[in-house]
Protein backbone atom coordinates (compact mmCIF):
# COMPACT_ATOMS: atom_id res chain seq x y z
CA UNK A 1 0.00 0.00 0.00
CA UNK A 2 2.93 2.23 0.73
CA UNK A 3 4.54 1.65 -2.56
CA UNK A 4 0.76 2.13 -4.44
CA UNK A 5 0.51 5.65 -2.46
CA UNK A 6 4.11 6.75 -3.08
CA UNK A 7 3.20 6.16 -7.32
CA UNK A 8 -0.70 7.75 -7.39
CA UNK A 9 1.41 10.96 -5.73
CA UNK A 10 3.76 10.85 -8.33
CA UNK A 11 1.83 8.63 -11.83
CA UNK A 12 -1.56 10.01 -11.18
CA UNK A 13 -4.74 7.04 -11.52
CA UNK A 14 -2.91 4.86 -14.63
CA UNK A 15 0.43 5.39 -12.72
CA UNK A 16 -1.13 3.66 -9.39
CA UNK A 17 -3.97 1.37 -11.92
CA UNK A 18 -0.62 -0.09 -13.87
CA UNK A 19 1.28 -0.88 -10.33
CA UNK A 20 -1.66 -2.38 -8.77
CA UNK A 21 -2.28 -4.41 -12.02
CA UNK A 22 1.66 -5.81 -11.46
CA UNK A 23 1.12 -6.57 -8.09
CA UNK A 24 -2.25 -8.71 -8.36
CA UNK A 25 -0.93 -9.90 -11.83
CA UNK A 26 -3.68 -8.29 -13.39
CA UNK A 27 -3.62 -8.51 -17.48
CA UNK A 28 -4.76 -5.01 -18.24
CA UNK A 29 -5.53 -5.18 -22.11
CA UNK A 30 -7.13 -8.20 -21.23
CA UNK A 31 -9.51 -7.62 -18.40
CA UNK A 32 -10.29 -3.16 -19.23
CA UNK A 33 -11.54 -1.41 -21.82
CA UNK A 34 -11.47 2.05 -22.73
CA UNK A 35 -14.90 2.36 -24.55
CA UNK A 36 -16.72 3.88 -21.94
CA UNK A 37 -17.49 7.44 -21.27
CA UNK A 38 -17.51 7.94 -17.12
CA UNK A 39 -14.42 6.08 -16.26
CA UNK A 40 -10.94 5.96 -18.65
CA UNK A 41 -11.07 2.33 -17.44
CA UNK A 42 -13.99 -0.41 -17.12
CA UNK A 43 -14.07 -4.24 -16.33
CA UNK A 44 -14.81 -6.71 -19.27
CA UNK A 45 -16.47 -9.47 -17.72
CA UNK A 46 -17.98 -7.53 -14.90
CA UNK A 47 -21.45 -5.71 -15.04
CA UNK A 48 -21.48 -2.15 -14.19
CA UNK A 49 -23.66 0.26 -13.18
CA UNK A 50 -23.66 3.77 -14.46
CA UNK A 51 -25.15 6.60 -12.28
CA UNK A 52 -25.44 8.29 -15.40
CA UNK A 53 -28.29 8.87 -18.13
CA UNK A 54 -27.92 7.10 -21.43
CA UNK A 55 -30.01 10.30 -22.68
CA UNK A 56 -26.93 12.26 -22.37
CA UNK A 57 -24.17 9.75 -24.19
CA UNK A 58 -23.42 9.16 -28.02
CA UNK A 59 -24.90 7.13 -30.25
CA UNK A 60 -23.44 3.57 -29.86
CA UNK A 61 -23.74 -0.15 -29.90
CA UNK A 62 -25.49 -1.86 -26.97
CA UNK A 63 -23.53 -3.37 -24.15
CA UNK A 64 -24.75 -5.53 -22.10
CA UNK A 65 -22.63 -5.30 -19.49
CA UNK A 66 -23.70 -1.40 -19.12
CA UNK A 67 -26.84 -0.44 -17.21
CA UNK A 68 -27.41 3.23 -17.05
CA UNK A 69 -29.09 3.63 -13.82
CA UNK A 70 -29.96 7.78 -14.25
CA UNK A 71 -28.34 10.42 -11.74
CA UNK A 72 -28.36 9.55 -8.07
CA UNK A 73 -26.38 12.28 -6.25
CA UNK A 74 -28.95 15.07 -6.73
CA UNK A 75 -30.43 14.74 -3.23
CA UNK A 76 -27.26 15.40 -1.55
CA UNK A 77 -26.09 17.88 -2.71
CA UNK A 78 -28.74 20.02 -2.71
CA UNK A 79 -28.17 19.90 0.81
CA UNK A 80 -25.43 22.11 0.46
CA UNK A 81 -25.79 25.51 1.58
CA UNK A 82 -24.47 28.78 0.17
CA UNK A 83 -21.45 29.76 2.21
CA UNK A 84 -19.48 33.34 1.48
CA UNK A 85 -21.96 34.89 -0.73
CA UNK A 86 -25.54 36.75 -0.18
CA UNK A 87 -27.62 38.09 -2.92
CA UNK A 88 -27.40 34.46 -5.00
CA UNK A 89 -28.19 37.27 -8.29
CA UNK A 90 -31.95 38.24 -7.10
CA UNK A 91 -31.98 41.34 -8.36
CA UNK A 92 -33.84 41.21 -12.09
CA UNK A 93 -30.75 40.71 -14.47
CA UNK A 94 -29.34 37.83 -15.88
CA UNK A 95 -27.21 35.16 -14.08
CA UNK A 96 -24.32 33.37 -14.47
CA UNK A 97 -23.46 30.49 -12.52
CA UNK A 98 -20.29 29.62 -12.51
CA UNK A 99 -18.62 26.26 -10.81
CA UNK A 100 -15.25 24.93 -11.71
CA UNK A 101 -15.45 21.85 -9.21
CA UNK A 102 -13.87 20.96 -6.20
CA UNK A 103 -10.86 18.49 -7.18
CA UNK A 104 -8.91 20.74 -9.40
CA UNK A 105 -9.00 24.55 -9.55
CA UNK A 106 -9.44 26.43 -12.09
CA UNK A 107 -6.35 28.57 -13.60
CA UNK A 108 -5.85 31.56 -12.74
CA UNK A 109 -5.88 32.99 -16.35
CA UNK A 110 -9.34 31.50 -16.73
CA UNK A 111 -10.27 33.17 -13.79
CA UNK A 112 -9.25 36.41 -14.78
CA UNK A 113 -10.32 36.16 -18.47
CA UNK A 114 -14.32 35.56 -17.21
CA UNK A 115 -14.07 38.29 -14.82
CA UNK A 116 -13.25 40.26 -17.88
CA UNK A 117 -16.20 39.01 -19.14
CA UNK A 118 -18.24 40.36 -16.50
CA UNK A 119 -16.74 43.27 -16.47
CA UNK A 120 -18.58 43.86 -20.10
CA UNK A 121 -21.77 42.36 -19.02
CA UNK A 122 -22.63 45.21 -16.75
CA UNK A 123 -26.43 44.15 -16.66
CA UNK A 124 -25.86 40.38 -15.77
CA UNK A 125 -24.84 39.09 -12.36
CA UNK A 126 -22.74 36.13 -11.96
CA UNK A 127 -22.31 34.00 -9.10
CA UNK A 128 -19.04 32.15 -9.03
CA UNK A 129 -19.05 29.33 -6.50
CA UNK A 130 -14.92 28.65 -5.58
CA UNK A 131 -15.20 25.22 -4.48
CA UNK A 132 -12.91 25.45 -1.70
CA UNK A 133 -10.44 27.33 -3.43
CA UNK A 134 -8.39 29.66 -0.93
CA UNK A 135 -9.37 33.25 -1.89
CA UNK A 136 -5.85 34.41 -1.64
CA UNK A 137 -4.50 32.58 -4.74
CA UNK A 138 -7.42 34.58 -7.15
CA UNK A 139 -5.58 36.85 -9.21
CA UNK A 140 -7.28 40.10 -8.67
CA UNK A 141 -10.17 41.44 -6.88
CA UNK A 142 -13.42 40.14 -8.80
CA UNK A 143 -15.66 43.14 -10.73
CA UNK A 144 -18.67 44.03 -8.72
CA UNK A 145 -20.68 41.74 -10.24
CA UNK A 146 -19.13 38.48 -9.30
CA UNK A 147 -20.23 37.20 -6.04
CA UNK A 148 -17.72 34.45 -4.95
CA UNK A 149 -18.77 31.63 -2.72
CA UNK A 150 -17.09 29.32 -1.29
CA UNK A 151 -19.94 26.45 -1.71
CA UNK A 152 -23.32 26.96 -3.73
CA UNK A 153 -26.60 24.72 -3.81
CA UNK A 154 -25.66 23.95 -7.22
CA UNK A 155 -28.97 22.82 -8.35
CA UNK A 156 -31.06 25.76 -6.54
CA UNK A 157 -28.69 28.26 -8.33
CA UNK A 158 -28.90 26.15 -12.14
CA UNK A 159 -32.70 26.79 -11.61
CA UNK A 160 -32.70 30.55 -11.37
CA UNK A 161 -29.37 30.73 -13.84
CA UNK A 162 -29.43 31.80 -17.53
CA UNK A 163 -26.36 30.20 -18.63
CA UNK A 164 -23.84 28.02 -16.50
CA UNK A 165 -20.06 28.21 -17.12
CA UNK A 166 -18.65 24.84 -16.02
CA UNK A 167 -15.70 22.36 -16.49
CA UNK A 168 -18.21 19.98 -18.29
CA UNK A 169 -18.05 17.28 -14.99
CA UNK A 170 -20.24 14.99 -15.54
CA UNK A 171 -22.64 15.76 -12.31
CA UNK A 172 -22.76 19.32 -13.20
CA UNK A 173 -23.50 18.70 -17.12
CA UNK A 174 -26.46 16.24 -15.66
CA UNK A 175 -27.61 18.99 -13.49
CA UNK A 176 -27.40 21.70 -16.06
CA UNK A 177 -29.54 19.43 -18.06
CA UNK A 178 -32.06 18.71 -15.34
CA UNK A 179 -32.22 22.90 -14.68
CA UNK A 180 -32.86 23.40 -18.02
CA UNK A 181 -29.62 25.58 -17.93
CA UNK A 182 -27.27 26.03 -21.53
CA UNK A 183 -23.90 25.70 -20.10
CA UNK A 184 -21.01 26.68 -21.97
CA UNK A 185 -18.21 23.71 -20.78
CA UNK A 186 -14.57 24.87 -20.97
CA UNK A 187 -12.65 21.16 -19.90
CA UNK A 188 -10.14 21.58 -17.84
CA UNK A 189 -9.00 17.59 -17.85
CA UNK A 190 -10.32 13.86 -17.12
CA UNK A 191 -13.34 12.89 -18.45
CA UNK A 192 -14.41 16.52 -19.33
CA UNK A 193 -13.33 16.89 -22.88
CA UNK A 194 -16.05 13.70 -23.13
CA UNK A 195 -18.75 15.64 -21.39
CA UNK A 196 -18.55 18.54 -23.44
CA UNK A 197 -18.66 16.55 -26.89
CA UNK A 198 -21.91 15.56 -25.32
CA UNK A 199 -22.94 18.70 -24.27
CA UNK A 200 -22.27 19.61 -28.29
CA UNK A 201 -24.12 16.98 -29.64
CA UNK A 202 -27.02 17.20 -27.93
CA UNK A 203 -27.49 20.82 -28.15
CA UNK A 204 -27.55 21.82 -24.66
CA UNK A 205 -23.97 23.19 -24.34
CA UNK A 206 -21.39 24.67 -26.32
CA UNK A 207 -17.35 24.42 -25.75
CA UNK A 208 -14.96 27.13 -24.87
CA UNK A 209 -11.08 26.79 -24.47
CA UNK A 210 -9.59 28.06 -21.53
CA UNK A 211 -7.36 30.21 -23.58
CA UNK A 212 -9.91 31.47 -26.15
CA UNK A 213 -10.51 35.24 -26.25
CA UNK A 214 -12.79 37.04 -24.17
CA UNK A 215 -14.49 38.39 -26.78
CA UNK A 216 -14.95 34.48 -28.02
CA UNK A 217 -16.55 33.81 -24.33
CA UNK A 218 -18.92 36.66 -24.57
CA UNK A 219 -20.53 35.45 -28.25
CA UNK A 220 -21.26 32.22 -26.66
CA UNK A 221 -22.65 32.91 -23.46
CA UNK A 222 -25.00 35.20 -25.44
CA UNK A 223 -26.07 32.58 -27.96
CA UNK A 224 -26.92 30.35 -25.04
CA UNK A 225 -28.96 32.72 -23.52
CA UNK A 226 -30.70 34.27 -26.62
CA UNK A 227 -31.37 31.05 -28.07
CA UNK A 228 -34.40 29.14 -26.34
CA UNK A 229 -33.48 25.93 -28.53
CA UNK A 230 -30.95 25.19 -25.99
CA UNK A 231 -32.93 25.41 -22.58
CA UNK A 232 -36.04 23.54 -25.24
CA UNK A 233 -33.89 20.19 -25.64
CA UNK A 234 -32.60 20.49 -22.30
CA UNK A 235 -36.13 19.90 -21.41
CA UNK A 236 -36.66 17.47 -23.73
CA UNK A 237 -34.04 15.42 -22.74
CA UNK A 238 -34.87 15.83 -18.62
CA UNK A 239 -38.07 14.14 -19.50
CA UNK A 240 -36.50 10.97 -21.04
CA UNK A 241 -34.24 11.39 -17.59
CA UNK A 242 -37.19 11.57 -15.24
CA UNK A 243 -38.12 7.75 -16.05
CA UNK A 244 -35.17 6.10 -14.16
CA UNK A 245 -37.06 7.38 -10.88
CA UNK A 246 -40.50 7.02 -11.93
CA UNK A 247 -39.53 3.19 -13.47
CA UNK A 248 -37.02 2.13 -10.10
CA UNK A 249 -34.44 1.82 -12.42
CA UNK A 250 -31.75 1.33 -10.46
CA UNK A 251 -33.82 -0.58 -7.67
CA UNK A 252 -34.50 -3.47 -10.74
CA UNK A 253 -30.61 -3.50 -11.40
CA UNK A 254 -29.66 -4.11 -8.58
CA UNK A 255 -31.77 -6.38 -7.52
CA UNK A 256 -31.09 -7.88 -10.73
CA UNK A 257 -27.27 -8.53 -9.88
CA UNK A 258 -28.01 -10.08 -6.27
CA UNK A 259 -27.69 -14.19 -6.16
CA UNK A 260 -31.21 -14.19 -4.59
CA UNK A 261 -34.22 -12.08 -5.14
CA UNK A 262 -35.11 -9.87 -2.14
Given at each position: ???L?????????????????R???????????????????????????????????????????????????????????????????????????????????????????????????????????????????L?????????????????????R?????????????????????????????????G?????????????????D???????????????????????????K?????????????V?R??????
Amino acid sequence: LARLRDVRRGGGYRGLLAAFSRSEAVDLARETTTRHWQRPFSWHRLPLLVMQPLELDLPRPPDPRLRHIGHLAGAQRDATAMRGGNSHGQDGKRLAYVAFGSMVPAPQSLVEKLWQVARRFEDWNFVQALGGMPRNVLPSEPPDNVELVDWAPQRELLRRADVAIIHAGANSLVECVEAECPALCIPLGHDQEGNAARAVYHGVGRVARHDDSAGSIIQSLLRLADDPGYRARCASIRKKMERYGWDGVAEREVERLLPEPV
